[in-house]
């Protein structure tokens, strides 16, 4: 969810308790008590939502401004962390780059307020722990 609640960046995907088959982003917007899809909701993440590529797990900055993702390949690797980029709210997000400070098995992202803080978890054996990764 965006951080004034306007906007819910949704997964939307075959999720059946195992790794996805099917998974992309959508974004939906608030309407009185509820959430409608966004009509310019493709157009924005035509640069993340990549076909043959499942994309979820997304969480947004505060300023809306840089959308940090999961994307994996279903043929095999593991899933990495992206994050991509736009000058304003309301453009299509372009510049997409993965994460390079973060290896091995990753999902979930979740950005701090101020910006500065990336959580997320990361598969180390057989379990998964919460691990983060910061920029000044």
Aim: charged share 15%.
């Amino acid at each position: 969810m965006s951080p004034d609640g306007s906007k819910l960046y949704v997964s939307v995907g075959h999720f059946d308790g195992g790794p996805p088959t099917s998974a992309s982003i959508a974004i939906f917007n608030r309407v009185r008590d509820g959430f409608v899809p966004d009509p310019h909701s493709a157009a924005i993440l035509g640069a993340i939502d990549k076909t043959g590529l499942l994309t979820y797990a997304a969480s947004i900055s505060t300023n809306g401004l840089e959308l940090f993702f999961t994307q994996a390949n279903p043929g095999g690797g593991d899933p990495a962390i992206y994050r991509a980029m736009r000058l304003r709210v309301g453009q299509p997000f372009g510049d997409v780059q993965r994460v390079g400070a973060i290896t091995g098995f990753a999902e979930a992202p979740a950005i701090s307020a101020d910006g500065a803080t990336l959580y997320y978890h990361r598969l180390v054996g057989s379990a998964f722990q919460i691990w983060t990764v910061t920029r000044p």
